[in-house]
């Protein structure tokens, strides 16, 4: 008898399990579950489906070679059979069944099943504020969702919004209303920065910036305490805690994502912490007919050695595989995630893996960070253009625990982060980053790559050979204490430095330390400030030798202090 794979969500993970079960078991009867009419698309794409960059909704659910991923696809393709418009209401282990209602008609049955996949996936978090009912608020809860948002666009129902939440799917939605629609967008964040969980306060501040320099305003820390308007007129509005008022027509809550957990929880099988279904490394659930992958699911941190739940898509695609071949008698192993993901922000690319610092202490490390800013090519290619990258580190161990990269060549911050990932689960040190091989040619990196550069900094760093700050902490002494800065650089740029801070901005360059030494002062905190942070540590270390022990270089230099406050000069210095 052939054997019966019923599968529950056709989105990411589900498909991916079908079609690979198939492919190993072509007798296996193949039954997907899906209680929307749209399914296999690409979740991900939703943004740039609103923003305009995919022409129409069909891109998100076809092939490579422009076939529409329906049922009748999967049934003609694929022989998988898919049913639309069906709702798994409860999971009967003892039996094998599950309980299925059709939504068109309410009718009930009974599917049997000797292996069953959970791939229900996860929903839009909406906080619990008043008028959070109204018309006109929305969240990115599925394909049909985003196409009913980009309707009320396209006809011009919405001339200003308010994006509630600073993650990546906020900072995406964000754009996708500015840059196309020329909606006047609000973006609400309840910490001090954007994508809070995923990047340092220097990295996220540059962006930011730049998102206020394309029209999007950035309100944080603050939260909405209310949706404003009436069920006639619909929305208005939201109040703020901070900010008071705030006039729109749409609000859109991207504020998170929570496991859909309810079925296998109902059914008894074990969850974790976010309320994701708990697997082991075979992807199965606590009863081992049952497995669960994707959205829904928690599987092991390589890096904290807890529970992560990660919502991508590239997560469920190599899930889905997993599971299918194990349905079909294989053992493959999924061993866990480090937690990758990378944006696109206006013209920045974002791109991190592992554990950010905070997240790092609270997994009980002692993380120690060392930021970088260096050209994402040979500096002599034109084109050449800088890129930011934060790594770090745990004190003791020397573990790397994780890497942040920025860059306006977003395929360039991909490719760094990535390579990082790839030695994080494995327990790689500073000197596995600075050694790390990578490929090299002019116009793609430096001789000395960038993440090379940052296991380099992070080395001098752990070994007491590099006393640092970072930039906000920099500028929080320029503004609040009366501290030196020593400028290292050639003496065309300290000049609008000068003006602005005065006396407190000495210049002195690097290659005239030492018949300048006596000019330096011994007895007081210097902070040493060049361009991206090389040749104040090139400065550190000599001043050293020569017994000043008072200095701390600033990392990132100007090119990332000036980039998150401007006015800490008046005008850019000329080369």
Known sequence: MPKRILIIGAVALGPKVACRARRLDPEADILMLDRDSTISYGGCGIPYFVGGDVSDAFGLCSTSYHARRDPAFFRNTKRVEVRTGVEALAIDRKARTVRARTLADGSESDLPYDALVLATGSRPFLPPVPGADLSGVCTISSLNAAVEIKDRLAKGQV?????????????????AFTSLWGVETTLVEFWDQVLPTAFCPELAGILRNHL???????VAPD?????????????????TEKHGDIPCEMVLFATGARPNGELARAAGLAMGPSGGILVDDLLRTSDPRIYAGGDCCEVRHLVSGGWANLPLGSLANRMGRVIGSNLCGGATRFPGVVGSFCLKVFDYGAAKAGLTAPQARAAGYDPVSALVVQSDRAHFYPGAKMMSVNLIADRRTRRVLGVEVLSRNGDGAKARADAVAAILGRGATVEDVSNLEVSYAPPFASAMDVINAAGNALENILDGRADVMD????????????TKVLDVR???????????????????????????LDEVPRDEPLLL???????????????????????????????????LNPDMVKEEPKE
């Open 159 to 175: 001339g200003s919004a308010v994006v509630v939440g600073g993650g990546a799917i906020g900072l995406e939605m964000a754009e």
């Open 529 to 563: 400030f060049c361009n991206v942070g090389i040749r104040a540590y090139e400065a550190q270390v000599y001043l050293r030798e020569q017994g000043f022990t008072n200095t701390r270089s600033v990392q990132g230099g100007a090119s990332i202090a000036k980039t």
């Open 223 to 239: 939260k909405v305490l209310q949706v404003l308007g009436d069920k006639e007129s619909g929305v208005t509005g939201v109040r």
């Open 471 to 482: 930039a906000n902490e920099f500028l929080r002494l320029m503004y609040e204490s009366d």
């Open 490 to 516: 050639s003496r065309n740029y300290p000049g609008p430095y000068q003006a602005r801070w005065g006396e407190r901005w000495m210049s002195i360059p690097q290659d005239e330390l030492p018949e300048h």
């Open 212 to 218: 206020e320099e394309n029209g999007v305003k950035v």
